[in-house]
Structures are given as structure tokens and as C-alpha cells.
């Protein structure tokens, strides 16, 4: 075997559908919002990297891929950045260079935990890996159980104004440590996964605590300051690879932070400038669209570098068989389902496309029967394989993988598209658009994985020099691009266009 050789994922085709795939998720991502809808572009862009990678031990942990891409990517979008967007869009010298600065802090932040779940099945055996599941699913009921049942009770009026901190996310993480305590109490074990998830846990709380609450730093008032508790975060999550001797996710996290970092203040540059060509868009869209395709170049670079230097895994055998079958349902009926049923109250019965009500009951009731024959039959279907494959499923890897992505694909753009009924023009920049890039990504997908791609290993790298590299490249290039965006936007505003905020001015300066 070669001591060196190039990962097909490097390749410009593998790149580019990877790119497409963060880029349609982060585009659907702006119809649907906040963390559930971030959860899109993670597992699109984690699978396309693991079916492209030319490894086929990922290839079996696509369903994991795609769990963890999803929930990695998701953390960022607790943060609120429509302020902050619009500090870029003043023409006060100050507020534009905090603004990208900021902006580019916030896809930093994204970017670093994104990275980091992607990598996660790359790096971890199987026992680690899929001793997450047991606490995060504890997790997610108890979250369940307090947004459906426990809130609904007793609180029905809503939560008491009081318990609106900073409009950050405190009583989620809460639930969160809550929870696994619960989990740790009863298994009377701290495994490393549960330990991973409450010292984040713990960093968001002390982020918080001390940026927000002791010293009173606030990004973007009156809106959340989830940015001080995501950046404890990262901060533990980055500490806590540091001390278990896995460097190649702090690497990976801190590679894929700089790609999105840079991405996000590119993708507001061309929204921030993008108006004074005198074209008439939906600038906003191109924006998330910009930052998810930079982003995805990230993770497809990241994880081609791995592909060829991390050690293979045998056929994943033994425990917690059960931890892919429900990946995959996660992936397909819960991501879909919280995402698609907002359809309902959100722009169904606002555009009219549906009436007020059923036979007498409401649309949401219809629909919500609607999703559980649906999930009946698909959680069906997945038992039965279990038992025995259904011949309808791909005997191959990758041939199971390409389904459950273009499914996957397919299902989102569909219920997206009928959020926006009825069509109007000025949405083919964003559906339009993102059809198309769809076509792209599943021609791609299927014309460039190959079942008899074969990778090489080269040589271990010393993470810790990739690393440093990293950071002091990146920090460059952060340095260069804010100041050289703040620069663009400043010479191509003419005046506080619509949505322009100011922070540090209380009025417009007058421009030269």
C-alpha cells in the first residue's frame, strides 16, 4: 500500500456535492429556523462526505454520520445574529467592523461543534461512539416531556416573563444535566460520552455566567446571548478532546470553525454590498446559501485529510445494535417531522392554502395523523429489515447509504417547497435555486462514489502542529477577511439602507 495517496472526497466533484449539500440545507434551514432546522444541512453534509470518502467502515456508519452531523450542526442555531447582520449593514465605521467581527465569531462557534460531530464517527470505535445514544435519547425525551406534557400543564398561559434570562436557552441546558444525571445516577457509570455531553453542559453555563451575567457582555441586545453559553461550549468540548488524546477532533473542530467562520462574514459581505448592484433578490437567502457552500467546503476538506490517516475499523459488531436503526428513523421521521409539521401554523393557514378547519378538527391534528401512519409504516419497514432485508433496500453500503441520502433529500425539499405555496417569483433565487442544486448533489452523489474506490493510509500526522497551523492561519485570514468585508460594505452603502442597526453611533454618519 502506498504511504501516501489522495482521498476521493479531495476530488473537485466530491467537494462540490458536499458544498451543495450544507448549502440546501442551510437555504431550507432559513424557512424553518433556530436549531431544529440547522440540523438539515448537518446530516446532508455528513453523509455526503462519509459515501464520497471512499472508505467503507464509514460508509456502514453512514446512519451515524448523519446522526451526529445533524446534532453537531445544530447547537449554532441557538445563536440570534439578525442584529448582529445588521451592524454590517450601517454606515458607521465601528458597528461594520464589530458587526463581521461578530459574524464571524458566530459561524466560528457553528462551525466547531458542526466539525466536530462530523468527525466524531471518523474517530470513535464503536462502544464509544454509540454510548452517546443512551443519554442523548434520555435526553431528548426529558426535553419531550417538558415541551409537550410538563410545560403545557403548568405553565398554560406560556412561561412566566421572569424566566426569559438574557432569551437565552438556560432552561434547555438545564433539563439537558438534569436528565443525564439521571441517566448516570441510574447506571451508577460516568462514561466518557456522558461526561462529554455535561462538561459542554457546563460550559455553556459558565460561558453564560460570566461573559453575560458577572461582566455584562452582550452581542447583539435585546436579542439571545446563547453566543456566551456556545462558546463555554466549545471551549469545554475543545479542553475535553485536549485531555482524552483525541487531537484530531480538536483539529477537525477548529479546521471547520475557520471554514464557516469566514463563510458566514463572506456570505453577509455579498448580502451587505449585494444591494448596490441594483439587483432586486432575496439577498438574505443568498447570504445562508453562501455560508452553508463555504462551510461545506470545510467539511469536505476536513474529513478528505482524515480519510487517508485515520485507522480503519473493523465490521461494527457486538452492543447497542440497535443505535443505527434509530439513527436512521431520527434522521428521516423526527428531523423531518419538527421541522415540516411548522408548515401547518407557519404559512399554511397564514396564505390560506388550507382552511381553519377539518371536519372539525384542526389542520395540525390532520397532520400530525397524517406523520404517525407515516412513521408507523417507515418504523415498520426498519424492524422488518432487521429481522430480514427487504429487497426493496441496496445490498451494498453504498448503495444503502446513496438511498437513505437522496430520501433523506428528497422528503425536506418537498415539504419545504409546500411551505412556500402559494409560489411566488421572487423565490426561485432561494427554491429554485436549491432545486437545482439538488439535481447537481444526487447526479454527483451517484456518479461519483464508487464501490470499488480503495484509500490508502499515509503516515499519522502530529495533530497538535495542524493544529497550531490551524489557528494561526486562520486567525490571519480572519484578521484579512473582516476588515477587507467591513471595507467592501462601508463603500458600498450609501446611506442606512432598511434593516441597518446601529450600536456604538445613535444616528447615521453622514457618508463622503
Given at each position: 500500500m502506498?504511504?501516501?495517496v ?13 458544498a451543495?449539500?450544507l ?8 424557512n424553518?429556523?433556530?436549531?431544529y ?8 453534509a ?23 452531523g ?20 450601517s454606515?458607521s ?10 459574524v ?14 462530523v ?11 454509540t ?8 435526553a431528548f ?9 410538563i ?5 398554560p ?27 448516570v445516577?441510574v447506571?451508577?457509570r ?32 435585546p ?26 477532533l ?21 448580502q451587505?454590498?449585494g444591494?448596490?448592484?441594483?439587483i ?20 469536505a ?20 445494535a440497535?443505535?443505527g436503526?434509530?439513527?436512521?428513523g ?32 384542526s389542520?395540525?391534528?390532520w ?15 426498519i424492524?422488518r ?11 451494498t ?27 411566488h417569483?421572487h423565490?426561485?433565487?432561494?427554491e ?10 444526487t ?18 500526522p502530529?495533530y497538535r502542529a ?9 486567525c ?15 463603500v ?11 450600536r456604538?453611533v ?7
Amino acid at each position: 500500500m502506498p504511504s501516501s495517496v489522495r482521498s476521493p472526497l479531495l476530488a473537485p466533484a466530491a467537494v462540490l456535492c458536499v458544498a451543495l449539500s450544507l448549502s440546501m440545507g442551510w437555504g431550507v434551514r432559513g424557512n424553518w429556523g433556530h436549531e431544529y432546522g440547522a440540523m438539515i444541512p448537518g446530516a446532508l453534509a455528513a453523509l455526503a462526505a462519509c459515501l464520497l470518502s471512499g472508505r467503507e467502515d464509514w460508509r456502514r456508519r453512514a446512519a451515524h454520520f448523519a446522526f451526529f452531523g445533524a446534532l453537531g450542526w445544530s447547537f449554532g442555531g441557538s445563536m440570534s445574529y439578525g442584529i448582529v447582520l445588521g451592524y454590517t449593514r450601517s454606515d458607521s465605521t465601528p458597528d461594520v467592523f464589530y458587526g463581521f467581527a461578530m459574524v464571524f465569531l458566530i459561524g466560528f462557534l457553528w462551525g466547531a461543534v458542526g466539525g466536530a460531530g462530523v468527525g466524531l464517527p471518523a474517530v470513535l470505535d464503536r462502544d464509544r461512539l454509540t454510548e452517546f445514544y443512551p443519554p442523548l435519547l434520555t435526553a431528548f425525551t426529558a426535553w419531550a416531556a417538558w415541551d409537550y406534557l410538563i410545560a403545557p400543564i403548568a405553565f398554560p398561559q406560556g412561561l412566566p416573563e421572569s424566566w426569559n434570562w438574557y432569551d437565552t436557552d438556560w432552561l434547555g441546558v438545564l433539563i439537558l444535566i438534569v436528565a443525564v444525571l439521571a441517566y448516570v445516577s441510574v447506571k451508577r457509570r460516568l462514561s466518557p460520552a456522558s461526561s462529554l455531553i455535561l462538561q459542554m453542559a457546563a460550559g455553556w453555563w459558565l460561558g453564560f455566567l460570566i461573559l453575560v451575567v458577572v461582566f455584562g457582555l452582550r452581542m447583539t441586545p435585546p436579542r439571545s446571548d446563547n453566543w456566551a453559553g456556545c462558546l463555554g461550549m466549545v471551549l469545554a468540548m475543545l479542553w475535553y478532546f485536549h485531555r482524552n488524546k483525541l487531537k484530531v477532533l480538536v483539529w477537525a473542530s477548529l479546521a471547520t470553525a475557520f471554514f464557516a467562520g469566514f463563510g458566514f462574514a463572506f456570505g453577509q459581505s455579498i448580502q451587505a454590498s449585494g444591494p448596490a448592484s441594483g439587483i432586486v433578490t432575496n439577498w438574505w437567502s443568498i447570504m445562508e446559501q453562501t455560508f452553508g457552500f463555504t462551510s461545506g467546503v470545510g467539511t469536505a476538506v476536513v474529513m478528505g485529510l482524515l480519510a487517508t490517516r485515520l485507522p480503519r475499523f473493523e465490521p461494527d459488531q457486538g452492543g447497542r445494535a440497535w443505535t443505527g436503526p434509530f439513527a436512521f428513523g431520527f434522521v428521516t421521521l423526527v428531523i423531518t417531522y419538527i421541522n415540516i409539521s411548522k408548515n401547518v401554523s407557519k404559512a399554511w393557514l397564514p396564505n390560506k392554502v388550507i382552511p381553519e378547519s377539518i371536519y372539525g378538527l384542526s389542520p395540525q391534528w390532520w397532520f400530525n395523523v397524517a406523520y404517525a401512519c407515516l412513521a408507523a409504516v417507515v418504523i415498520a419497514l426498519i424492524l422488518r429489515h432487521q429481522r430480514q432485508p427487504l429487497a426493496l433496500v441496496p445490498a451494498t453500503d453504498l448503495g444503502r447509504g446513496q438511498a437513505f441520502y437522496l430520501l433523506f433529500l428528497w422528503w425536506i425539499l418537498i415539504g419545504n417547497l409546500s411551505r412556500v405555496l402559494p409560489f411566488h417569483p421572487h423565490r426561485l433565487v432561494t427554491e429554485g435555486t436549491i432545486h437545482v442544486n439538488a439535481c447537481i448533489a444526487t447526479l454527483l452523489l451517484l456518479f461519483v462514489a464508487r464501490e470499488r474506490d480503495v484509500v490508502g493510509e499515509s503516515p499519522q500526522p502530529d495533530y497538535r502542529a495542524w493544529t497550531w497551523r490551524t489557528v494561526a492561519i486562520g486567525c490571519a485570514c480572519a484578521v484579512i477577511a473582516i476588515s477587507l468585508f467591513a471595507v467592501l460594505s462601508l463603500v458600498f452603502v450609501d446611506g442606512p439602507p432598511p434593516g441597518a442597526r446601529f450600536r456604538f453611533v445613535t444616528e447615521a454618519v453622514p457618508t463622503q
